[in-house]
């Protein structure tokens, strides 16, 4: 897949995505908008939202990546404070490692490890693992 056609940037939510119960945004409804709103001349797209997002079964998300849709989102709202670039960079590339077809990874340094809470996150490098780079190449 070529990531120079990738698309990514902010974008307009919609009302019919907001939780009112749980005061967040359910990322697979913000996935669907961003979909519909995004032009379909390129291969990934990205979209960044500075608001609280869940998926079904869990509090939160820090992102949410759809392959067969070739559609990733991330949140920035709880990775903020003074690591938030290197923490967006993370949850970013991690997504783009489920559009290319990577799976969750068992190593705890390893990007495409499942970040359940910030620790986890700032634990992780920015690079993937050696398993899962043999997989990408």
């Given at each position: 897949m070529n990531l120079d056609s990738l698309?990514?940037?902010?974008?307009?939510?919609?009302?019919?995505?907001?939780n009112p119960i749980k005061q967040q945004y359910d990322a697979s409804t913000?996935?669907?908008?961003?979909?519909?709103?995004?032009?379909?001349?390129?291969?990934?797209?990205?979209?960044?939202?500075?608001v609280d997002i869940?998926?079904?079964?869990?509090?939160?998300i820090f992102g949410m990546a759809e392959p067969l849709k070739r559609v990733a989102l991330v949140s920035t709202?709880?990775?903020?404070?003074?690591?938030?670039?290197?923490?967006?960079?993370?949850?970013v590339v991690h997504e783009i490692g489920h559009l290319l077809g990577l799976e969750h990874c068992s190593n705890p340094s390893c990007v495409m490890h499942f970040s359940?809470?910030?620790?986890?996150?700032?634990?992780?490098?920015v690079g993937l693992c050696n398993n899962c780079r043999i997989y990408i190449e």
């Open positions: 698309h990514a940037g902010f974008f307009a939510l919609t009302s019919n995505s907001y913000v996935i669907r908008d961003l979909t519909d709103q995004s032009s379909s001349k390129f291969n990934l797209r990205l979209g960044v939202v500075e869940y998926a079904h079964g869990m509090n939160f709202y709880r990775l903020a404070g003074d690591k938030i670039t290197e923490r967006l960079s993370k949850e359940n809470t910030l620790n986890d996150t700032d634990y992780k490098n």
